[in-house]
């Protein structure tokens, strides 16, 4: 059975940091494309980042460039968000997502094989 499992969400101050998790189970992760997503109250569910299966390439959504980063340790079947800069914009659930047999460029929320439960991330003025 896989399981993805995100932690590392929180209540934070605008300009500070967290890092969220994903531990994945279940399934040969080097072999997946991993993906962050995140959806905010009454918006769709949006992109955030994703990652090629060895980490060589990563890909941002526009809002988030510059200020986020994702990675992943093979190793340890996670992969990682790393949020610096947080405004209350990025407040959202997120959500870690795997797919086996797409591109890490194909970034629609659509067909991905698997996903966490999600963890909060609050962001305060």
């Known amino acids: 059975q896989v399981q993805l499992v995100e932690s590392g969400g929180g209540l934070v101050q605008a300009g500070g940091s967290l890092r969220l998790s994903c531990a994945a189970s279940?399934?040969?992760?080097?072999?997946?494309?991993m993906g962050w997503f995140r959806q905010a109250p009454g918006k769709e569910r949006e992109f955030v980042a994703t990652?090629?299966?060895?980490?060589?390439?990563?890909y941002y959504a526009d809002s988030v460039k510059g200020r986020f980063t994702i990675s992943r340790d093979n190793a340890k079947n996670t992969v990682y968000l790393q949020m610096n800069s947080l405004k209350p914009e990025d407040t959202a659930v997120y959500y870690c997502a795997a797919d086996r047999a797409r591109s890490a460029t194909q970034i629609t929320r659509n067909g991905w094989d698997y996903w966490g439960q999600g963890t909060q991330v609050t962001v305060s003025s």
């Open positions: 279940g399934l040969t992760f080097s072999n997946y494309v």
């Open positions: 990652i090629t299966r060895i980490g060589s390439n990563t």
